[in-house]
């Protein structure tokens, strides 16, 4: 007689019941359907076909039926844990199909929208249009040439023909620079405009000279819409044999049409600065109405107050006394020169009508000029 079946425990078992088994079965179907992400399939997969689901616990307990009963219950418990896994991977190509479209859409580029400016940093437009200018003098032959901002006197004022209490000086609301001992007459002082460099180029540099010297300037102006403490002024300079009058037109008219545009007249008139002779003002055409505005039914203009002119310049003919008094020969040489502003001409050239806004640092304003690098 062989031995009583101890293992057999109806109890134990009952988990292998055909109902049991269907229930379990049918919890698992529905949690996977329920499944709404792969993450939520994942947990159903774990809960009802990893190692701890309850048809796993109970496909352990097949070895404890009788043996009669052990090949039905394992068909049994075997044919739902197969549909269990089938409907898994169903369920999961689904999601994952469901998740490649999605990705699809929400990680798409538009490469038709509009770009962002880019908020990296950008050049000042008083920059970018002081280089430009100094651009039209170098692609005529003249050479850049700088000096200091800190000026002696002598330069700014003596070496031009200034004499020591020449009204000519109070033209430049001058800000003196005070001696180390606190003296106010230190002979340093923030240069008044660029005509210094004129002085040191001729100094310095071989004849003929061509120069052209953009740089800041410093005077006591109280700032208002049109005056600044500190501006910038490009000044050029010619010295050679035979220059006349007629060079210096040349040059000013060369470089109104290239910064304003080609065919825009110029005028000179008579003016007074002690280190040109004879010196005169410049004013070109209004680029804007082209004099249009000062004609009879014409419509006023803004830029030039319908003047039909707008003064952009100094010029005049080199000061022989300041050729001697820096060591050139006024019998063989002859000069001409210009100066003027650069914030200027970024008013003038596009109808900026506050020279506050060139300076205040707002990324509005620059960013209207387009983003020069
Ligand atoms: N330096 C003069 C000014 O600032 C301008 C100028 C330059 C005049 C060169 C004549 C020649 O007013």
Not at 82 to 87: E, F, K, P, S, V
Not at 216 to 226: E, G
């Amino acid at each position: 007689m062989s031995a009583p079946n101890n293992a057999y425990d109806p109890v134990e078992v009952a988990v292998l019941a055909p109902d049991e088994v269907q229930q379990m079965l049918d919890d698992a179907l529905r949690a996977i359907a329920a499944a709404a992400d792969l993450d939520q399939l994942k947990a159903a997969r774990i809960a009802h076909a990893g190692d701890r689901s309850p048809l796993a616990l109970a496909n352990a307990e097949i070895g404890a039926l009788p043996p009669a009963a052990r090949a039905e219950a394992g068909r049994r418990v075997g044919a739902a844990r197969a549909a269990i896994r089938q409907t898994l991977a169903e369920r999961q190509a689904e999601l994952e199909a469901e998740r490649d479209q999605r990705v699809l859409i929400d990680e798409a580029v538009d490469v038709t929208l509009p770009w962002d400016r880019s908020l990296a940093g950008a050049r000042h437009p008083v920059t970018t249009l002081g280089e430009r200018l100094t651009d039209v003098f170098v692609s005529m032959g003249y050479e850049v040439a700088e000096g200091p901002e800190v000026e002696a006197e002598w330069y700014n004022f003596d070496a031009l023909n200034f004499p020591p209490d020449h009204p000519a000086r109070e033209m430049y609301d001058t800000i003196f620079v005070a001696g180390r001992h606190g003296e106010q007459h230190s002979g340093v002082l923030l240069r008044t405009h660029t005509s210094p460099v004129q002085i040191r180029a001729l100094l310095t540099r071989p004849l003929p000279v061509y120069v052209v010297s953009p740089g800041k300037c410093y005077r006591t102006d109280t700032l208002d819409a049109t005056h600044s403490p500190v501006f910038q002024q490009i000044e050029c300079l010619a010295v050679d044999e035979g220059l006349t009058m007629a060079d210096l037109r040349g040059a000013i008219s060369a470089f109104v049409e290239a910064m304003f545009g080609p065919g825009l007249q110029t005028r000179l008139r008579p003016d007074f600065f002690p280190f040109t002779e004879p010196s005169a003002d410049v004013s070109m055409e209004c680029h804007v109405c082209r004099g249009a505005s000062t004609r009879r039914g014409g419509e006023p203009c803004r830029v030039c107050r319908s003047q039909g002119w707008i003064e952009i310049a100094g010029c005049g003919m080199v000061n022989p006394r300041m050729l001697v008094a820096c060591g050139v020969d006024p019998d063989r040489y002859s000069g001409f020169a210009f100066g003027l502003g650069i914030d200027r001409s970024v008013l003038i050239r596009n109808g900026v009508t506050d020279i506050r806004d060139t300076f205040e640092g707002d990324v509005r304003f620059s960013r209207a000029f387009g983003m020069e690098a």
